[in-house]
């Protein structure tokens, strides 16, 4: 059960009202506090139900085309019930929905559209502190990127998993199971009846997908990283605790905002390097790799791929979670959640000496966290694999691609085969099952086009379809390259995030069919075999592609969006600099 703390810590200086950042709207002398005092009569509130009290924005991503994020309307209440029974004034904040199922291209473009609304929200209304909902894959970085650029007190509320999915007597898995039936149905196994009736058992409850794909990766980042509620990841989106846990949240907000605890105080180098720890013991998504890098960004904490790579060489992967493993979510929850994966990785592989939202220190949240059980979440002499992921280097990805290894066929990870070389996603789409291409099992299958500028919004492209034909032969995994993403609930030997991007000219833009690739996961490369003098030679016939925007948000984007290797931020935003904090009256 989820612990209710939060004690002030002895000796801590608590704010007066007069230091509450929404005190110079309402608080001070003159025309435009008068106006504000008015406004909030009309708005229906007494003067002693917000007067003096830490006003706290509950910034919530619900909306009606978001199925992770349907329960959020109630979680908002019961995160207001919280900040009023705490002596809290709340005010929900509605903000823009990056559904993953329904936007296209690919809710990436709009992370750092949602991180610019939450900041800008935040720092021109008067807020004291926020309480953040949501969940589906880029809204968990999209709201802390913003809430740590404003740098407030702030409590994440993460929507939670779904429940199992069930089929005919099978439990399944959201993503995960979605492609495998697919290939079924492509292979001829499955009919109109059984795709009818698995439509209605992947995705059986509001909440994030249910295996450790991103969402349930990053909200475990989160409650790593000490900006949840203690126990809050892995809580069922419709289990009742969830609901306590939003209250919880709701009451604690108010206190860190008295103790002025902000951001800054948790998102430390520490904390994100415990955050890159556990994913890699969850055996987590690669699109964490993305996020966290971007999020350290905005805590202005230097974390870079070398540190997912070194932390991913001593870590062991623990808990035994679809896609890489066995379970779901909701057996992780049962199992004891993410305090118990922490308490496995203790004092060896965490830093335990530093605050959460929820105490002192992580090793006193730590207290009592136990393991229900051990094949959900292994203990450490007993792990599933080294290691969840490599990042790869070599002439063909300069700086970096990324491979979530434990997800492949082993028999892959060292190989070396012919590049079948697909420009865009379309054509690979048209032209995967076409005899002409003679791809064989050992073949390289390569996208370009597909990165953070060239998808555009780096879209999850990167498990490219193993042709009908190869399926058919039983053929299940094969060595397949992009400057792509990767949906957290895929897998294959997928080599993902290649930097710099083909559109962009990196190197993956010189890739001819027939060049022969070796994919080296034990020596950490990447190579492409093929001459210097000959890529130089490709080099000087490339021309880049002209911009894909004319106008409009694309235009901002494609003007701003870094590599995948820096987190995807825009520039202006990663950057060192100030804001101006809007002024009294
Ligand atoms: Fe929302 Fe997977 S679609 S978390
Ligand atoms: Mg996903």
């Known amino acids: 059960e989820e612990s209710e703390t939060g004690q002030v810590v002895a000796g801590e200086r608590r704010l007066t009202s007069e230091e509450l950042r929404s005190h110079r709207w309402w608080g001070t002398e003159g025309l435009r506090s008068f106006s504000h005092r008015a406004r909030t009569r009309q708005l229906g509130y007494l003067p002693e139900e917000h007067l003096g009290k830490p006003v706290i924005a509950v910034v919530n991503t619900w909306s009606d085309i978001n199925p992770c994020h349907q329960h959020l309307r109630e979680r908002a209440e019961a995160v207001k019930r919280g900040v009023w029974q705490a002596g809290g004034f709340p005010l929900e904040f509605p903000v823009a929905t990056l559904s993953e199922t329904f936007q296209k291209p690919t809710p990436m473009l709009y992370r750092n559209l949602l991180s610019m609304e939450t900041e800008e929200l935040l720092r021109s209304y008067p807020v004291d502190g926020a309480v953040l909902l949501g969940g589906c894959d880029k809204t968990t970085p999209a709201l802390l990127m913003g809430a740590a650029s404003v740098d407030l007190p702030a409590v994440f509320v993460p929507a939670g998993p779904m429940l199992r999915g069930h089929w005919r007597g099978e439990t399944l898995g959201s993503g995960t199971d979605m492609w495998k039936y697919w290939d079924e149905r492509r292979a001829g196994r499955i009919g109109d009846r059984e795709l009818g009736e698995l439509e209605c058992g992947l995705a059986r409850s509001p909440g994030t997908c249910m295996t450790m794909g991103t969402a349930s990766t990053m909200a475990s980042v989160a409650e790593v990283l000490g900006v949840t ?3 809050a990841a892995a809580i069922p989106a419709v289990d009742s605790a969830h609901s306590r846990m939003a209250a919880a949240a709701g009451r604690r907000i108010v206190d860190l905002v008295w103790s002025d605890a902000r951001l800054s105080r948790f998102l430390t180098l520490d904390a994100y390097h415990d955050a890159v720890a556990t994913v890699l013991a969850l ?4 699109n964490a790799v993305i996020h966290l890098i971007a999020m350290a960004g905005r805590s202005r904490v230097p974390l870079s791929l070398a540190d997912f790579d070194r ?3 001593e870590v062991p992967v623990l808990a035994d979670l679809r896609p890489g493993g066995r379970f779901l979510m909701e057996d992780f929850y049962y199992a004891g959640g993410v305090p118990s994966l922490l308490a496995r990785l203790g004092e060896e592989y965490l830093c335990l000496d530093r605050p959460t939202v929820g105490h002192a220190s992580l090793r006193e949240q730590l207290v009592g966290a136990a393991t229900h059980d051990t094949e959900v979440v ?16 070599g002439n063909l990805a300069p700086d970096g691609a990324v491979i979530k290894h434990i997800a492949a066929q082993p028999h892959l990870l060292k190989h070396t085969g012919p590049a079948v070389v697909f420009d865009d ?11 002409a291409l003679e791809i064989t099992a050992d073949s390289v299958l390569v996208l370009r086009g597909a990165g953070p500028l060239g998808g555009p919004g780096m879209p999850e492209y990167g498990m490219l379809p193993i042709p009908d034909y190869l399926l058919k032969q039983g053929v299940t995994d094969m ?8 949906s957290g609930t895929s897998y294959g030997a997928c080599v993902l995030h290649i930097a710099p991007e083909s559109h962009v000219g990196g190197p993956l833009a010189l890739v001819r069919d027939g060049d022969l ?13 093929v001459e210097d003098a000959e890529l130089e030679r490709r080099r000087a016939a490339w021309t880049p592609p002209e911009p894909r925007y ?4 694309g235009a901002l984007y494609q003007e701003h969006i870094t590599q995948a290797d820096t987190g995807c931020d825009f520039a202006f935003l990663s950057r060192e600099g100030e804001v101006p904090e809007p002024h009294a009256g």
């Open 311 to 313: 932390i991913a060489r």
């Open 550 to 553: 004319g106008r409009g948000f």
């Open 479 to 486: 060595v397949r390259l992009s400057d792509a993403r990767m």
């Open 425 to 435: 996603y379309q054509t690979m789409q048209a032209t995967i099952n076409e005899p």
């Open 517 to 529: 690739i070796t994919l080296d996961v034990e020596a950490r490369t990447l190579r492409l075999e």
């Open 283 to 286: 055996g987590g998504s690669t």
């Open 229 to 231: 509620m203690p126990g």
């Open 378 to 393: 292994r203990p450490l002499d007993r792990p599933l694999a080294e290691g969840g992921l490599a990042v790869l280097r």
